[in-house]
């Protein structure tokens, strides 16, 4: 499991490599921003931005890209993944402080955080980051209502309208356009496609409650994110990631871990 988790992780990080997205390829001395964040002021504080370039963040992405290699090679050991772990978090953090937007492409920190403890831990941590997956999906759905955003019919149109300005303006005669530009045209159903996709939020909350239905989240989170890529343009392929942790198999494991086999009594012993 290690090995597939990290080799997936790898390949991501490659192509942040290859589009400039290191912190070494930021540059020296880029602005930053914190939002009202305690970690990000932690950060502040302390002058990590302004501390990491140059030298020192050329080590650091190297130390980023080689834990998460070794992880995936060595994957009898967690060493690494610790490693991993701590430097993928400061790169989380500086690069959405260098970008000015706290994105949500979390999956590869809270994932990473499982393969840091070994054992019976192991079992407990894949579920907490189970439970944070579906703690993030419905929280957005009840934030969305609790602000408002659900009974507001224009909020897809204009997040359709920002994201995807620039298709608009240019016009060609592609499929997206033409399924953003009916949804604005038609407002109602706008609105209920907006509806629609936060009750898929909210549908997760079905998982703090029984695995049953996991097989069903992976469809609705897939086409979740793909209705967000097709009407906002919003894709993290790395939050793709997430669908492992509804995967039967590591329930599977994170069972076996919980409740060891070697720690149930034999049936002779207690006859």
């Given at each position: 499991?290690?090995?597939?988790v990290?080799?997936?992780?790898s ?16 540059g020296?001395?880029p ?20 501390h ?12 980023l890209?080689s834990?998460?290699?070794a992880?995936?090679?060595f994957?009898?050991?967690?060493i ?17 402080m ?6 949500a492409?979390?999956?590869i ?24 997956f ?14 408002g ?9 204009m ?11 240019a ?7 033409q ?12 609105h ?6 936060i ?23 897939l086409?979740f ?5 097709l ?10 990631l ?5 995967y039967?198999?590591f ?8 409740l ?12």
């Open positions: 499991m290690q090995r597939f990290f080799a997936a992780f390949l991501i990080l490659l192509y942040k490599l290859y589009s400039s997205l290191l912190i070494s390829q930021v020296m001395n602005l930053v921003y914190q939002e009202t964040d305690p970690t990000y002021w932690m950060f502040m504080v302390l002058g990590i931005p302004g990491m370039n140059g030298t020192i963040a050329i080590i650091f992405d190297v130390l890209l834990s998460c290699l992880s995936c090679i994957s009898r050991q967690h690494t993944a610790i490693v991993f772990f701590c430097c993928y978090f400061i790169y989380f953090v500086l690069f959405n260098t970008a000015g937007h706290h994105y492409n979390v999956a920190l809270v994932i990473s955080f499982a393969f840091i403890f070994r054992d019976d831990l192991f079992g407990f941590s894949i579920q907490f980051c189970r439970f944070a579906l703690f993030i999906m419905c929280s957005a759905a009840i934030w969305k209502i609790a602000r955003n659900l009974f507001y019919p224009p909020q897809l149109e997040i359709m309208l920002s994201h995807n300005i620039g298709t608009l303006v016009g060609d005669k592609t499929i997206k356009y399924l953003v530009k009916w949804f604005i045209l038609h407002r109602n159903w706008t209920v496609i907006w509806i629609t996709m009750a898929m939020e909210f549908s997760f909350i079905t998982g703090f409650f029984t695995r049953k239905m996991d097989k069903l989240l992976i469809l609705v989170y086409l994110v793909i209705g967000g890529y009407l906002a343009g919003i894709f993290a392929v790395e939050n793709l997430f669908l492992f942790l509804l039967p198999s329930n599977f494991i994170a069972r076996q871990h919980i060891p086999t070697n720690k149930i009594a034999p049936i002779s012993n207690s006859l």
